[in-house]
Structures are given as structure tokens and as C-alpha cells.
């Protein structure tokens, strides 16, 4: 699939991910989002990920791909620069708010970028509500995107899960953990 480089708060893709509230909270605050993307070269400096707080999509997205990194605002880009514009990668966030303390970890091609300290339980740029916006934005951040695949599974894996899954195959993100 191809995400077109539209600077739009209407374009993107409704994603109803069907799990129940869990951890705790009113919200899917324990869950693993992974995509095979590819990044355009040229475009906006930063490109919607996800739209989780506006189900309207009508303020800033939620994780961002920016310089080689993803994730939103204060501290949220901390990572090593791996997830580079032009070239096929695995991305994923591993959310977990009931923890402590609440972190989001990324991973790029089975290496792990960041532990991502959170808020809190039910916060509302993570936890999800009853669906999400894939590549969403108010419309000033966009670039285009290439898709391969998209999963989203409740609970969060763990790093040795997210080791092994390693980078972005043609046959997709597997159903079953390698």
C-alpha cells in the first residue's frame, strides 16, 4: 500500500484494533504496534505515525518518524538514528502504562532504540481508544509511505520477542512469534 504525501488531516487510515481496555485502566494501555514501512526521501521533516488522542484527527499526531528516529515531543525521538528514509524497516512501539514506570519501548529492525518513560495509565497520546488513525496528523507532517504490513497485538512483547522479529521481510510481520 501506498500512504500518499498529503498535507490533510483527512487522510489517513481508521484502524480497529478490537481489544478490550486492559492493565488496569479504562483504555488498551498494554498493547505492540509493528509496522513494515518504508519512509520517502523527501517530504516534511517529520511524518504522522498515528493519530491515538483525536479520533477526528484535528491536533497533532502521535508518534512521529523525524531524522532517523520516532516517537513525539520532550525525549520521545531518543534513539540511534537507524530508521532511515529510502529503505524497508520493521518499526515497533511496545506500550505498556501499567508498568512502573509506564514505558513505551521501540524497536528498528529487532534493535531496541529506547525505553520511552510515560505519564500514566490511561494517558491519552497512548493509550488507545477504541480505534486509532495510522499515518494521521493535523496536516502540517507528512511524507509519503510505503507499506508492507501492520500489527497490532495486545499486551506488550518483550525485548527477546522484538529481538527476533529482527527487520522487514517481504512475507510480512509474522503471525506466529520466530
Known amino acids: 500500500m501506498v500512504v500518499p504525501y498529503i498535507r490533510s488531516n ?8 478490537g481489544i478490550a481496555p486492559n492493565g488496569g485502566g479504562t483504555k488498551v494501555n498494554q498493547y505492540t504496534l509493528i509496522y513494515d514501512v518504508m519512509i520517502a526521501p523527501t517530504g516534511d521533516g517529520a511524518a504522522g505515525m498515528i493519530q ?6 484535528s491536533n497533532d ?9 520516532f516517537g513525539q515531543g ?14 524497508w524497516h520493521r518499526i515497533a512501539f511496545a506500550v505498556d502504562l501499567a508498568a512502573n514506570p509506564p514505558l513505551v519501548t521501540k524497536y528498528a529492525d529487532g534493535i531496541k532504540q529506547d525505553d520511552w ?8 497520546r497512548r493509550a488507545l481508544k477504541e480505534f486509532a488513525i495510522l499515518f494521521a ?6 511524507r509519503m509511505w510505503y507499506v508492507n504490513s501492520i500489527q497490532i497485538r495486545e499486551g506488550k512483547l518483550s525485548d527477546g520477542d522484538l529481538i527476533r522479529m529482527g527487520g522487514a521481510e517481504a512475507l510480512g510481520i509474522p503471525i506466529i512469534l520466530p
Do not use: K
Open 117 to 124: 518513560v510515560q505519564q500514566s495509565l490511561d494517558q491519552n
Open 74 to 87: 520532550g525525549g520521545g525521538y531518543n534513539g540511534l538514528g537507524t530508521f532511515t528514509a529510502g529503505e
Open 137 to 142: 496528523d493535523n496536516g502540517d507532517e507528512h
Open 61 to 69: 499526531g502521535d508518534y512521529f518518524w523525524q531524522g532517523g528516529n
Open 52 to 57: 491515538i488522542d483525536s479520533l477526528t484527527n
Open 10 to 17: 483527512e487522510l489517513g487510515y481508521v484502524m480497529h484494533h
